[in-house]
């Protein structure tokens, strides 16, 4: 029992981690060791972590915004837990969707299947599950031209597809990046903060 219980934390505990900042940057004044100091850079992604004790302290992030508002239109974050082997996605979109829809990444030759929403609060809508590398696999196979499809929800618009341009370049440079970090630092399930 007290294990199933752990398993079903382990796999809602990184979810609130991923819910940074889309401008990533170091904190003013912290001193860190060059793994925790900031961001670092692959293509399109970034690979930030956090120096709190976690089961998965770094995720590889994403954002797009709208050029106008600056508002944050997509946001996509992929973290791993070595404790339990398993990787984690949240992906954000604005309000005003068809929950009932989810959401469709592809690109001209793949597609990912429908990923349902987990949730949503005033800064939009999420998917947040734990995925299989296969699904890993279809990433690092996507390119620059990437679509992040979602149905609308909104008055006149309901029931129009909606897809936002999504890059998937420097992905799976990112993800390996991601991996060895979180298994050189995570801490174990018993003294994470996020896992209690």
Do not use: W
Not at 124 to 133: F, H, L, S, W
Not at 151 to 179: I, Q
């Amino acid at each position: 029992m007290r294990c199933a219980v752990l398993l079903a934390l382990l796999a809602l505990a990184p979810i609130s981690a991923f819910a940074a900042p889309a401008k990533p940057a170091a904190k003013p004044g912290a001193a860190a060791a060059p793994a925790t100091a900031g961001p670092r850079h692959f293509g399109e992604f970034y690979v930030r972590c956090s120096s709190a004790k976690s089961v998965a302290p770094c995720d590889l992030y994403e954002e797009r915004a709208n050029k106008d508002t600056n508002q944050r239109v997509i946001g996509f974050s992929i973290g791993y837990m070595p404790s339990a082997g398993r990787y984690i996605i949240q992906v954000a979109v604005p309000l005003g969707i068809d929950i009932d829809k989810g959401v469709v990444i592809t690109d001209d030759k793949l597609a990912t299947p429908v990923l349902p929403y987990r949730r949503c609060d005033a800064s939009g809508c999420y998917v947040e599950a734990a995925i299989d590398k296969s699904l890993l696999d279809m990433f690092g196979k996507m390119g620059r031209d990437a679509k992040v499809k979602v149905v609308a929800f909104n008055g006149a618009d309901t029931g129009k597809p909606y897809s936002f341009t999504f890059s998937f370049d420097g992905f799976s440079e990112a993800l390996n990046d991601m991996v060895v970090e979180n298994k050189a630092k995570a801490s174990s399930p018993d003294t994470a903060t996020d896992a209690r």
